[in-house]
């Protein structure tokens, strides 16, 4: 009868063939272990070598005093901010991982977890303003590198300070907009205290970065560097956070190169 030729037919398929040993299902071989993730001291650590070791790299071909970072080191820059940016905002994640961390990985981990801590308190009254910010890429590592070598000369004032205020106000030029309260600049001054201290172009890094310093100096620095940087911004939290920067370029200029590949 068809019907029941079709019906044979269908167990023979399911059967892997007619007249063939019915044998039994064999079990899946297990699954390997999967290796347990990382745990966020040993990200970070992870994440700090191979940073470091992508900066070697870069300058060691000379290509940190023309354009920007290369692609490996950007993105391992970025890693590593959205670590600290998550260690910021839990306080006891960041004490068990600072206690499970060493060396230049810790004192590095430290500043930076206070200093953004201290500006998001800082921007919060700003947080929820939506602007969208011009960027741009800045002026090669080393250039800019050598103009505040350059104002140290001059003004006496410390480079890793320069370095950290250009770090908190733009992002070592990579935010190209004027502040809510109309600061301008990669080193964002006001029109008044530009015209008093400033010379040449607010816009350009090198002339910037010499009235920041010429500012600082009449302001206080380097003998009395919170007294310079309150003047510059009038917060405590603004001089702890440029201070923790300052303080861990100082410790470890190669620290420099890291933050000069963090983006907006």
Request: glycine letters at 8%; a positive charge; charged letters at 25%.
């Amino acid at each position: 009868m068809p019907g029941r030729l079709i019906i044979v037919l269908a167990a023979c398929v399911l059967l892997a063939g007619c007249g063939a040993d019915a044998r039994p299902a064999q079990s899946p071989p297990p699954r390997p272990a999967q290796p347990a993730p990382a745990s966020p001291a040993d990200q970070l650590t992870a994440t700090w070598h191979e940073l470091r070791a992508a900066i070697a790299t870069w300058r060691r071909d000379g290509d940190s005093a023309q354009g920007d970072a290369p692609p490996e080191v950007l993105e391992l820059a970025q890693r590593q901010r959205a670590l600290y940016a998550r260690l910021a905002e839990r306080r006891g994640l960041a004490r068990r991982v600072l206690a499970q961390v060493r060396g230049g990985v810790r004192g590095e981990a430290r500043d930076v977890i206070a200093a953004r801590r201290a500006l998001t308190v800082l921007n919060a009254p700003f947080a929820k303003t939506r602007r969208k910010l011009r960027t741009g890429p800045p002026e090669p590592a080393d250039v800019l590198l050598g103009h505040y070598r350059e104002a140290e000369a001059r003004y006496g004032v410390d480079w890793g300070l320069l370095a950290a205020v250009n770090l908190v106000e733009t992002l070592f030029g990579r935010i190209r907009s004027h502040s809510v309260a109309g600061a301008q600049g990669p080193m964002q001054f006001m029109r008044a205290t530009w015209r008093a201290y400033g010379r040449g172009d607010v816009d350009d890094p090198r002339d910037a970065i010499l009235g920041a310093a010429n500012y600082l100096r009449q302001s206080g620095a380097p003998g009395d560097e919170a007294r310079a940087l309150y003047a510059y911004n009038r917060s405590p939290l603004y001089v702890r956070a440029v201070s923790r920067y300052a303080r861990r370029m100082r410790k470890d200029p190669e620290t420099f190169y890291a933050f000069y590949a963090w983006r907006p």
